[in-house]
């Protein structure tokens, strides 16, 4: 083979690749119409051929039990190399095919008619044949419709390829909405949730808690003296402790519950289904585990605390922003009594935990 002619048959077998056709299951528009050609020809046998570089592969066929046979001996890899019909009227009398296993063996063929599957960019991608047993001829008449048959092939090909695109199209600007979405509602440094997305959550959730008569509490959270942290080790050690802060939290968690940072040093947790003592016993696990790591700030290690306020759902709350502000005022008196405390809105005084003494920044 020639280099111009290798590389127009590289292009040819790219131009197939790109239908994303080869091996497919059968697809009831290219059988209709291997179906039309069996009848109107009258013959056994009616294909849909591709050629790749090793094979012709059956997109559709009648009358043929096989899926594909060797490129070497197949009738459609010649006649891919021409623009019109090719017609074999008697493949015993033809040099070409006299020895050929496809004529001397099953399937028997003595009678071949093959036209171009051509694409609108000129490259042809296999045939619609149709194959006898028994030498015959083509009138100039049954050419024309054979080749009106093979054009509507290639139109369910390019249909096909069509759907395909637009089906990858969808699939992409889904992700990208998805992605538009993603970062809508994620807080760019830590990678929780962000206030926006933290107050959508907290309506449906305390709606939800209203409708049903279910339990919901809340949670704040505030890292103790964050301010000395920011002054001692500069915005960016500042942040490395954020971010590892919520990678604890997040980690302390239960699936269902929705955690975010809320602003500046300051987290949110919507717990569903959570009781106020249930919501107690995870905020002093939080408040724990904060007291108890060690967070790289640059090349340091600090020790922080954390400020936990809680309030649950109850008959005080109006709408959410009442049961928010009981949370937040819980956080409040979680500082102003020593901080590193967890006080819930919904305990009486004297249940409520007494202040720890804050463990201050190494």
Known sequence: MSKSAFS?????????????????????????????????????????????????WFKSRQGLDVSATPREIAFCAHAIQQDDVMIVSDALADPRFAE???????????????????????????????????????????????????????DELELRLYGLQAFEELEENQREQVELKRLAWIDPLTGVYNRRYLAEVSEK??????????????????????????????????????????????????????????GGEEFLVILP??????????????????????????????????SIGISTIDDRDADLAACLKRADQALYQAKAAGRNTVISSDSPAEQQQQPIQAIPAA
């Open 100 to 154: 050929n296993p496809l004529v001397t063996e099953n399937p028997n063929i003595r009678f071949y008619a093959g036209a171009p599957l051509r694409t609108h960019d000129g490259y042809n991608l296999g045939t619609l044949c149709v194959i006898d047993r028994e030498p015959r001829d083509l009138t100039e008449q049954q050419q024309a419709v054979l080749k009106d048959l093979a054009s509507l092939v290639v």
């Open 273 to 306: 289904e959570t009781t106020s003592d249930e919501a107690a016993r995870v905020a002093e696990r939080i408040r724990a585990e904060a007291s108890g790591s060690t967070f790289q700030a640059g090349d340091s290690g600090v020790a922080i605390t954390v």
């Open 8 to 56: 127009r048959e590289t292009k040819r077998v790219g131009a197939l690749r790109r239908y994303d056709v080869l091996d497919t299951p059968s697809e009831a528009s290219f059988d209709r119409i291997t179906r039309l050609a069996s009848g109107y020809f009258d013959v056994p046998i009616a294909l849909v051929s591709l050629i790749d570089e090793h094979r012709q």
């Open 205 to 262: 959730e305390f709606n939800r808690s209203r409708r049903y008569t279910r339990p919901i509490s809340f949670m704040m959270i505030d890292i103790d003296k964050f301010k000395l942290i920011n002054d001692q080790y500069g915005h960016a050690g500042g942040d490395s402790v954020l971010i590892a802060f919520a990678e604890l939290a997040r980690k302390l968690l239960r699936e269902q519950d929705c955690f975010g940072r809320f």
